[in-house]
């Protein structure tokens, strides 16, 4: 993922936020949506980790999906494996 210098962070519209008034959680490109996951999971509340999942998800539906994410690493892939089983799809 190539880092945003503040110049080009600033020059993101609102609408690649997650939370467009604090402007916090970019999430334009897949790979900053995978690191607002990963933020949000360290950092945010339950609220915050639940609006970014959904941001995400209606963004980037591909995103966490063993069968379509190409980037998906094989550890995350046999985690999501090991939930659907759990839910029996």
Known sequence: ?????????????DSA???????KYPYHDKNHARNALARVAQFGTPEEQ???????????PD?????KDEEMQPS???GAWRKRK????
Do not use: C, H, W, Y
């Open 76 to 78: 995350e892939r046999i």
């Open 50 to 60: 639940a609006k970014v999942r959904a941001s995400v998800k209606a963004k980037f």
């Open 17 to 23: 936020f997650v939370f467009s008034k604090e402007r």
């Open 1 to 13: 993922m190539s880092d945003l210098t503040t110049k080009q962070r600033n020059n993101l519209p």
């Open 86 to 89: 759990r839910k029996g799809k």
């Open 63 to 67: 995103i966490g999906d063993p069968d």
